[in-house]
């Protein structure tokens, strides 16, 4: 499991729909990470939110312990694909870049017990289609 961390935050509709998710998906394989980030989330409006914080469907850049970057959309489970880099709320990355601002770092554990650590570089608000 993660170690204990910061508070992270989150959009008010956010946190109202990942409740949800998490209500119909709680055996799914990142449901219980998920769940332990919203359960340290301060719950802001969604006007208030800062602007270098990741909330669902922001792009957001991020890089690892070798200095890789990624960058990948994070939305919710039916949007997902992967060929274009759009990474579900529900997989253990996504549940681990939730509430994260640009600069943060976090140890997060992955399938097979490996740890991944990652480090937010940009976050970049995605227009609501």
Do not use: H
């Amino acid at each position: 499991m993660a170690t204990e961390r910061s508070t992270i935050y989150l959009k008010e509709s956010d946190y109202a729909r990942l409740s949800t998710l998490l209500e119909n998906n709680s055996t799914a394989p990142a449901a219980d990470l998920l769940d332990d980030e919203l359960s340290r989330a301060e719950l802001v409006d969604d006007a208030s939110l800062p602007e270098d914080t990741v909330a669902m469907g922001c792009k957001v850049t991020f890089s690892d312990v070798n200095g890789k970057e990624t960058t990948v959309t994070l939305v919710y489970p039916v949007d997902a694909d992967v060929a274009q880099m759009k990474i579900s709320v529900l997989t253990p990355v996504g549940s681990a870049l939730i509430g994260l601002r640009e600069g943060d770092s976090i140890d997060w554990p992955m399938p097979g017990g490996a740890i991944r650590s990652l480090r937010i570089v940009s976050v970049d608000a995605v227009e609501e289609e």
